[in-house]
């Protein structure tokens, strides 16, 4: 696999900032304001600033080698009657591996300065492995051979490290200016309010100090964002027992998740992807959910519409941030309706309107599907956060 080829690094990076403004925007006012700002920003810098995979050729190994069938079509010079049909005999294989330090998924995006003929390897976890087959492999071309490759492979790494550079120079300032402007506008709220000289009515439960929750970093790319996902979907499920007595998501709907596992680089893998979450979201606790409402607004709303379900849910309890959580899981579960799955009449339409919305057209390039997947996993994760915002603040 070419490497350095499946991401526009520029589009991730513009990503991550985005994603960054919209965590500001979703923190709880309490915890914005009851925290030092320097050492929210701090937090904040160390989760999105990112650092370029750094190379371990000190480490090189042999993984393996031994007898192998090879196509005489690719052992030049031999020449062979039919190209279009494969030739076996037996000869050598061997593959060499280098360790390296850092996020791995790095290693597919495309910094700024590359070339037409990118470096060729497979990636498996923190290695690169180079792949050999011949009737007559020649050990000094193997290494030259290698060692080419992760010249080059370091080459695209320090147009790497340049480009992130000057993005976490611009993620200080973002995050400063994010922090301060919300901040800002609270305090303003607050003023507001206090100099009407009407008194506020205040649940006896309001907590007045908040303490952070433990933070994760957070990646740009999609794996680690699937990582978050995951595990914050957990974690709100185990809060929201605490909190109602019952837990918000189906634990038999964990098994769809499974299928995040990969690479998203096709429409087909972005839509079983948003298809694992529309019927996460299909099956939420609903029956636990009406017995709390008013029987009147239980009534009122159709089996299986566990979203409707959820939004009365949380406007009964005074949520703050209900509406806007459960209007960004609507989203994503629009989602799943993209053409030619759905036509334009059966719910197509609304999803190329959010698909818009996330900023990309439709059709969708080939090459921007991991782009949008990364910012529809981030619309979810948006949601879930909202709602969890809104527990700690209960209690």
């Known amino acids: 696999m070419y490497l350095f080829s499946d991401a526009n690094l520029f589009a991730v990076l513009e990503q991550q900032k985005k994603n960054l403004a919209d965590e500001v925007e979703a923190l709880a006012p309490n915890r914005l304001?009851?925290?030092?700002?320097?050492?929210?920003?701090?937090?904040?810098?160390?989760?999105?600033a990112m650092e370029a995979p750094t190379l371990r050729p000190e480490g090189i190994a042999l993984d393996g080698y031994g007898e192998t069938d090879v196509d005489l079509?690719?052992?030049?010079?031999?020449?062979v009657v039919d190209p279009t049909r494969p030739v076996y005999v037996r000869g050598m294989g061997l593959t060499v591996v280098v360790p390296f330090d850092g996020d791995p998924e790095?290693?597919?995006?495309?910094?700024?300065?590359?070339?037409?003929?990118?470096?060729?390897?497979?990636?498996?976890?923190?290695?690169?492995?180079?792949?050999?087959?011949?009737?007559?492999?020649?050990p000094k071309s193997v290494r030259r051979e290698v060692d080419g490759a992760l010249g080059q492979i370091e080459s695209y790494l320090g147009a790497m490290r340049t480009d992130l550079a000057r993005f976490n120079d611009e993620v200080k300032r973002l995050v400063q200016q994010a922090v301060t402007g919300?901040?800002?506008?609270?305090?303003?709220?607050?003023?507001?309010?206090?100099?009407?000289?009407?008194?506020?009515?205040?649940r006896t439960d309001a907590p007045t100090t908040h303490s952070p929750p433990v933070r994760r970093r957070r990646a740009a790319v999609d794996r680690a964002q699937e990582t978050d996902a995951k595990d914050l979907l957990s974690a709100l499920n185990v809060e929201w027992k605490k909190a109602h007595g019952f837990k918000l998501f189906d634990l038999a709907s964990f098994d769809p998740l499974d299928s995040l596992r990969g690479?998203?680089?096709?429409?087909?893998?972005?839509?079983?992807?948003?298809?694992?979450?529309?019927?996460?979201?299909?099956?939420?606790?609903?029956?636990?959910?009406?017995?709390?409402?008013?029987?009147?607004?239980?009534?009122?709303?159709?089996?299986?519409?566990?979203?409707?379900?959820?939004?009365?849910?949380v406007a009964f309890l005074g949520y703050p941030n209900g509406g806007e959580a459960v209007t960004a899981l609507r989203k994503v579960q629009r989602l799943r309706n993209l053409p030619p799955t759905h036509s334009a009449d059966k719910g197509g339409s609304?999803?190329?309107?959010?698909?818009?919305?996330?900023?990309?057209?439709?059709?969708?390039p080939a090459q921007d599907w991991p782009r949008v997947w990364g910012a529809t996993l981030s619309l979810f994760t948006r949601g879930l956060q909202l709602l969890r915002d809104d527990l700690e603040g209960q209690q």
């Open 106 to 138: 790095l290693l597919r995006c495309q910094p700024s300065r590359f070339t037409t003929n990118p470096p060729d390897a497979e990636l498996r976890g923190n290695e690169l492995r180079f792949v050999f087959s011949g009737t007559n492999l020649d």
């Open 350 to 364: 609304r999803a190329i309107e959010e698909l818009k919305a996330l900023g990309f057209p439709y059709p969708v």
């Open 33 to 48: 304001l009851n925290t030092d700002e320097q050492q929210l920003c701090q937090e904040l810098l160390e989760d999105y």
């Open 182 to 202: 919300r901040k800002q506008r609270l305090l303003k709220q607050n003023e507001v309010v206090a100099n009407l000289g009407i008194p506020v009515r205040r």
């Open 263 to 313: 690479q998203c680089r096709t429409r087909e893998d972005y839509h079983t992807r948003v298809l694992a979450l529309a019927e996460l979201m299909d099956d939420l606790n609903e029956s636990a959910l009406r017995e709390v409402l008013p029987a009147d607004r239980a009534s009122s709303i159709s089996p299986r519409h566990t979203l409707t379900v959820l939004e009365a849910y």
């Open 73 to 79: 079509r690719h052992d030049q010079p031999r020449a």
